[in-house]
């Protein structure tokens, strides 16, 4: 099953965010900020009634909040992620397995650094 890109974006920033999905979309702008443009232009609703009918996840009403909505990632959901995270992960081990164990050892050190940096940013970012 091929999922378009803004299901997979709105599927992935789901599971990002845990559970719970609030209209409007506060927590999706931090996990996918280009879906927002997205679900502005197409929908929140749209795209969530496309992730549902699918199967990919559930939605039901908060139990204290009604202008809430939660929007669950189901199993089949999850599956979805991992096909799509191996499809993308394919042709990357491909290339990465062509290169010389030295530039492969550099590789690694640099994102080992990228991942620090991202993370150095994202404490910064929680910090205000």
């Known amino acids: 099953m091929a999922q378009p890109v803004e299901q997979v974006d709105l599927l992935l920033a789901v599971a990002a965010c845990g559970v719970v999905l609030r209209k409007p979309f506060d927590q999706l702008a931090d996990a996918s900020p280009q879906l927002v443009g997205e679900m502005r232009r197409r929908g929140t609703d749209e795209l969530v009634d496309l992730l549902e009918r699918d199967g990919l996840v559930r939605r039901s009403e908060d139990s204290t909040d009604r202008r809430v909505v939660v929007v669950e990632i189901t199993a089949r959901g999850r599956r979805e992620i991992e096909r799509v995270g ?10 990465i397995a062509g290169l010389s164990a030295e530039k492969r050892a550099r590789l690694a050190g640099a994102l080992d650094d990228l991942q620090e940096a991202f993370a150095v940013a994202k404490e910064t970012a929680n910090a205000r």
């Not at 191996?86 to 290339?95: F, S, T």
């Open 86 to 95: 191996e499809l993308m992960r394919a042709p990357v081990a491909r290339v």
